[in-house]
């Protein structure tokens, strides 16, 4: 629930009086050309970037997921694929304790079903982009989270990896979640995302994907 | 001359060298771990500018007390910590840094310069500057014990959030951890610039920090492997530069980080040279 969200960097606008309601269980993308503020929305949302005006009514806050564009990572970390993945379940190990096998087993599970099982002991610096972008889907998958945001997930990733990830969401959607996905292929938006929220640093249209869609080519 | 006379009769027959070396060994043990964290959170510019920022409240240090260990530290630390929380404010607020932290780096350096030599000497200028490990005392010793242990046991308790942070901050901040890791690292690098005061003075702290850490990650291990790493490359670079410095009569701060960046470029060199030899290393 949105309710006159307003961000600013600096004296630039990036969003203004954005207001309206993610329908709980909802699968919307998030489209709008460069600079319309489709970003700053989800990271709004996510609590990581400070309204200048407004207010962001999210009773699911504690069990958010938020999976910010690929470049935000630094791959040349030395982590495994599994310690990666392993870390959706902080809220349940926290920052001092050691993740138990049960939750070691579950990473290993959502591994599987992006299918990197036989991959969890590499380095993170080792794998594909695509690849990348499936172990932190499987991170998002052990976070278990009711709402899940995700910023242009399929930016750069080969169609097969699009496909595993899109299936993905779809299952979250199946699963009753509430899923946000900022995109930039119209084409699947009108195929797979029932509503659609049209930005243009202000909400353009927002609604069922047929009728809110056609607002962008306009 | 025999090994004993070479490596063990310096240490053994003078007792600021005992201290010099221990020293040493105790500021290698927190700066393993602070300098890997500066060097995976691409930060080592930041940890040279600190390093600075230590400066002008050490200078002031100096004026109300002259050379005593405690009032440098305390002013070298007061200032640190300001610097950093500044620097801090300055990043949220706009993207053009690095033209910040720069300029943070000189006015500092100068200010500190201007202040010890307006109640001071050129010795006290030099001493402020490159640092005296050869002067070390019982008390400087105790302090710099004292830090690193600080340092080491908050590293470990903070592991796993410092870590985190340092690749993926977002996420830090999206599973709400809410205590403020974002001003706990630079506070232990300035706590550990300030232990390095001392014996390596504003110019030279950082690199027994960073040198050694930078070697440590051409060997492309897990941020603990490298941690262990750096720390073994501190000790041995300090005790290489301190004979050195006592064979060949050499100044012995700027010697002991000669030697910590003679194992880098012998691990840069190493290292490239293994990965030519097999081929299917990492990948791109």
């Known amino acids: 629930m949105l309710r006159d969200v307003t961000v600013r960097y600096g004296r630039r606008t990036a969003l203004e009086a954005v207001s309206g309601e993610f329908a709980s269980g909802s699968l919307t993308a998030v489209v709008g050309a460069n600079g319309a503020g489709k970003s700053t929305l989800l990271a709004a949302i996510a609590g990581v970037v400070q309204l200048a005006d407004g207010a962001i009514d999210c009773p699911a806050r504690q069990q958010l997921a938020y999976l910010p564009q690929l470049a935000a990572i630094d791959r040349d970390y030395p982590l495994t694929v599994s310690e990666l993945i392993t870390l959706g379940g902080w809220r349940e190990f926290g920052a001092f304790r050691a993740p138990n096998t049960a939750l070691r087993a579950r990473a290993a599970a959502s591994a599987e079903i992006v299918g990197l099982a036989g991959r969890l002991g590499r380095v993170i610096g080792e794998l594909s982009v695509g690849e990348l972008q499936r172990a932190l889907f499987a991170r998002l998958i052990l976070q278990n989270a009711v709402v899940i945001l995700v910023d242009e997930p399929f930016a750069a990733v080969d169609a097969q990896t699009m496909s595993v990830l899109l299936d993905q969401i779809t299952r979250w959607h199946q699963e009753g979640r509430t899923v946000i996905a900022v995109l930039h292929d119209l084409e699947l938006v009108r195929a797979r995302f029932p509503s659609t929220l049209v930005l243009a640093r202000r909400c353009v249209a927002w609604g069922a994907t047929e009728t809110a869609l056609p607002a962008m080519a306009a | ?284």
């Open chain 2, 1 to 284: 001359m025999s090994a004993h006379a070479l490596l063990v009769e310096p240490f053994e027959s003078l007792a600021f060298m005992r201290a010099a070396l221990v020293a040493c060994v105790a500021l290698a043990l927190s700066n393993g771990a602070v300098g890997t964290l500066l060097v995976l959170r691409r930060m080592s510019l930041d940890g040279d500018v600190l390093g600075h920022a230590v400066m002008p409240g050490a200078a002031v240090g100096f004026l109300y007390a002259g050379p005593s260990p405690t009032f440098l530290s305390l002013g070298g630390l007061a200032s640190g910590l300001a610097v950093a929380a500044l620097a801090g404010v300055i990043t949220t607020e706009q993207a053009r840094r690095d033209a910040g932290l720069v300029a943070f780096y000189l006015i500092a350096l100068s200010l500190g310069v201007v202040l010890v030599a307006w109640r001071g000497s050129n010795v006290d200028v030099m001493r402020v500057l490159f640092g005296t490990v050869l002067a070390i005392d019982q008390r400087a010793l105790l302090q710099i014990a004292a830090a690193s242990s600080v340092i080491l046991l908050a590293i470990a308790a903070l592991y796993r959030p410092l870590a985190v942070g340092s690749f993926d901050p977002a996420f830090l901040r999206a599973v709400g951890a809410r205590a403020p890791y974002r001003a706990v690292f630079p506070t232990l690098v300035v706590l550990a610039l300030v232990a390095s005061f001392q014996a390596f003075g504003t110019l030279l702290a950082v690199g027994p920090m960073l040198l050694p850490a930078a070697a440590a990650r051409c060997w492309g291990l897990g941020v603990a492997a490298s941690m262990a790493l750096a720390t073994g490359f501190g000790m041995v670079a300090s005790a290489t530069g301190l004979l050195v410095s006592y064979h060949g009569n050499l100044p012995s701060g700027p010697a002991i980080v000669l030697a910590a960046g003679l194992l880098f470029g012998l691990s840069l060199v190493a290292t490239n040279a293994l990965r030519r030899l097999t081929p299917i290393g990492r990948g791109a």
